[in-house]
């Protein structure tokens, strides 16, 4: 019944920004943990940021000091602020809904959304 849509994804240069988007819809009736999770080809899953209930966050020490995870619950979307982007960032990026509070790999997911960083 829950639907996860990540958008804002694409090609950016080294030390650029993005903001990716991820709406959710259906049946919503609390806040929950979110998140965001990438993985480049040949690598494993990467979790790359959380946001609790309580809007306390996690980042990856890959990301930490460059992005910011965010949400609107009145619009139900999640954000990811990526700025000084690395051509390492490159992946897909998908993003979470942990309705059962039991982790991610029991959540809703995406179907994630490609970004590119390169010169």
């Known amino acids: 019944q829950i639907q996860l849509v990540e958008s804002g994804g694409g090609l950016v240069q080294p030390g650029g920004s993005l903001r990716l988007s991820c709406a959710a819809s259906g049946s919503i009736f609390n806040i929950y943990p979110m998140g965001w999770s990438r993985q480049a080809p040949g690598k494993q899953r990467e979790m790359v940021a959380t946001?609790?209930?309580?809007?306390?966050?996690n980042y990856a020490d890959s990301v930490k000091g460059r992005f910011t995870i965010s949400r609107d619950n009145a619009k139900n979307t999640m954000y990811l602020q990526m700025n000084s982007l690395k051509p390492e960032d490159t992946a897909v990026y998908r993003c979470?809904?942990?309705?059962?509070?039991?982790?991610?790999?029991?959540?809703?997911w995406g179907q994630g959304t490609q970004v590119t960083v390169s010169s």
């Open positions: 946001i609790s209930t309580g809007g306390s966050t």
């Open positions: 979470y809904l942990d309705r059962s509070g039991r982790g991610a790999d029991f959540a809703d």
